[in-house]
């Protein structure tokens, strides 16, 4: 099946509606941009999660880290292609981690994690199933 999103912008939620919502098991889903969740120094992290529209549901969750061969990375060029994933049911949130020069190795490992402990502290806001991460 062909995929025909549009985005359309909400303030900060990105909706990405389908011509298809609920078919064949795909959801519509929603995009929450640059979700603060740790602050090192003065540079506040930011997550971008993707969510399945439907509420009444808890969802395994993705942690996507985009590679960038350790530089700045490109967050929004991916977004529509997690959202074909997520639209089969899952929440995705892509990891915005400290590159080099300035970040170490250690520092982005340190970043995802700290990304996983907020998206699993922020479960029940997300629909996350705690379970599935």
């Known amino acids: 099946m062909e995929y025909k999103g549009v985005f359309m912008s909400y303030e900060k939620m990105i909706t990405q509606n389908s011509s298809y919502a609920g ?3 795909r959801y519509v889903c929603n995009i929450i941009p640059d979700v603060e969740y740790e602050t090192f120094g003065n540079r506040k992290m930011k997550l971008h999660i993707i969510v399945p529209e439907k509420t009444d549901v808890k969802y395994p969750l993705i942690v996507y880290v985009k590679g960038s061969s350790w530089l ?6 991916n977004l529509p292609k997690l959202c074909q994933i997520a639209e089969y049911g899952f929440v995705i949130a892509q990891v915005e981690y400290r590159e080099m020069p300035n970040g170490t190795v250690t520092e982005m490992i ?20 705690k379970d599935k991460v």
């Open 23 to 25: 078919m064949n098991g």
């Open 110 to 129: 340190e970043d995802t994690k700290a990304a996983i402990r907020f998206m699993r502290a922020h479960a029940d806001e997300y629909n996350v199933d």
């Open 72 to 77: 700045k990375q490109k967050l929004y060029r």
